[in-house]
């Protein structure tokens, strides 16, 4: 492989370390009051979703309440 034979000097990797730009990135947008609703309504049908997901769910997770039943056959019947 190739490999580069100069050597870095140290201080400008420590200078690396703590640059800072001078340039300020521009303001953030404030959001409308559609998009913050927009992101009330998702939230709100994701935690509907789980909600309803839980409750429907529940039933299944529960323990067995069914009555047990004997198992007859055609042949213990005719006697």
């Known amino acids: 492989m ?3 034979r100069e050597a ?3 201080s400008f990797v420590a200078e690396a370390d703590r640059f ?3 340039v300020t990135p521009p303001p953030r947008a404030r959001s409308t ?3 913050r609703a927009g992101r009330v309504l998702v939230g709100l049908v994701v935690v509907g979703g789980l909600a ?3 409750l429907l769910g529940l039933p299944a997770l529960g323990p067995e309440q069914t009555p047990v039943h004997t198992q007859q056959t055609e042949a213990a019947d005719g006697r």
């Open 2 to 4: 190739f490999r580069r």
């Open 8 to 10: 870095v000097p140290f």
């Open 20 to 22: 800072r730009s001078n």
């Open 33 to 35: 009051v559609s998009e």
């Open 52 to 54: 309803g997901a839980l």
